[in-house]
């Protein structure tokens, strides 16, 4: 008999993208040995999906389901995509929005209507999950409400939890009062040793608390979060759960990412041919982004969330200095209106070596992967990070703060044993960034072959999903016994 797994999330690829944790669960159960397990997704379905998606998905069923005093209209819509089968929660009183998510207030409601739905909807769509996985703190009340108000009866009895954090930043939290009229739970449940968190409802608590594993996107964030810095307040509660807290490195959908074979790319090449054909790559950026043209010329690139998180107010600081190098930047993404306006500023002042696209485009970013020689992510924190590995698979070399998954995916450079994939520094510290990047310059004018060897090793990395599938395999088995 196959074993089940349901993945319940807020975002995953290609229906509905915000941040690494849509790719993540949009690329790992394709992943998994399909002899053995049947792993299913559900989300939400919000209306800001594409129309693309929208139009495919075939109706199942609904009903009406009490969320505390409310009672609400319950749609389950279905789409088989690539293997996988994909289950759609519908409600559009909760899924309207432009975005997935809006102010947090309304984002618990809906998130904590979400994990109840995914619940109620498993003995009408008939699948019981031996292990349902979570993401993030939006699923957190299901691991809860899975020990309450799900425990009677054969059906639900049995199924395990597991909560997987990609980043412990968002935690779902609003006043106690507020979470528990959402919720629909007990006063047992809003002391500190559960949901509750100093005056406030935590959803990820719940989650974390009462799941039968917690897992992390990296070893080293794994580490990390049972220390006060990186703790985000929960550090006490990981260190008790250390026993049942581990950590796996997300992989990389190596199809998609592939610079050999990506359609979305100006010229492919390969570990034999990237030395003249990333150059290619470079060029026709250049021309399209109305850069200087000049194929010799260093160009990094930054692509992700404009936010604190991803080291910004380390470039905010001496990026004027950095500009006055000899290289190129290309940004893209959006966020934090002040980043956003700082790159607008640079693009302005610099326009002939210094590109800011403060949007998102899938496209966009392939083609910077492509094209760059080096990419720029200094993170203050980081549970994974995808970016640095699509760096990888396409020779361009990554300039990170070691961090979680980026101390756990890039190795630094060291220039006397020729070893390495790139470059890092440990301080979150400007200066100490800055003299990384002028280091990774000297590298790339001074001692090209060297640059071009790394260049190699890097595309030469396995962060396929292929190890880290197997790992949650084996946690699937172990807890399924
Ligand atoms: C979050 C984290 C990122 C991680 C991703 C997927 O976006 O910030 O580091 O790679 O989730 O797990």
Sequence with gaps: MKKKILFAASECVPFIKTGGLADVVGSLPKYFDKEKYDCRVILPKYMCMDEKWKSQLEYVDHFYMDLSWRNQYVGIFKLDYEGVTFYFVDNEYYFNGPTPYSDIRYDLEKFAFFSRAVLSILPIIDFRPDVIHCHDWQTGLIPVYLKDSFSQGDFFRGIKSIMTIHNLKFQGVWDVKTVQDIAGLSDYYFTSDKLKDYDDGNLLKGGIVYADVVTTVSDTYAEEIKTAFYGEGLDGLLNARSNDLLGIVNGLD??????????LIYKNFDVKTFRKDKKANKVALQKELGLKVDASKMMIGMVGRLTDQKGL??????????????????????????????????????????????????????????????????????????????????????????????????????????TGTGFSFINYNAHEMMNTVRYAEHIFYDKKRSWNYMAARAMKQDFSWNASAKKYEQLYDRLIG
């Design 254 to 263: 190596y199809n998609e990412y592939d610079p050999m074979n990506d359609p």
């Design 313 to 418: 107010d380390l470039v905010a600081c001496v990026l004027e200095e950095m500009c006055q190098d000899e290289v190129q930047f290309v940004v893209l993404g959006t966020g934090e209106e002040r980043y956003e306006n700082m790159f607008r500023h640079f693009d302005w002042k610099y326009a002939d070596d210094f590109s800011a696209n403060i949007y998102y485009s899938n496209e966009l970013s392939h083609k910077i992967y492509a094209a760059c020689d080096a990419f720029l992510m200094p993170s203050l924190f980081e549970p994974c990070g995808l970016s640095q590995l699509m760096s990888l698979r396409y020779g361009t070399l990554p300039i990170v703060r070691e961090t979680g998954g980026l101390k756990d995916t890039v190795e630094p450079y060291n220039e006397y044993e020729e």
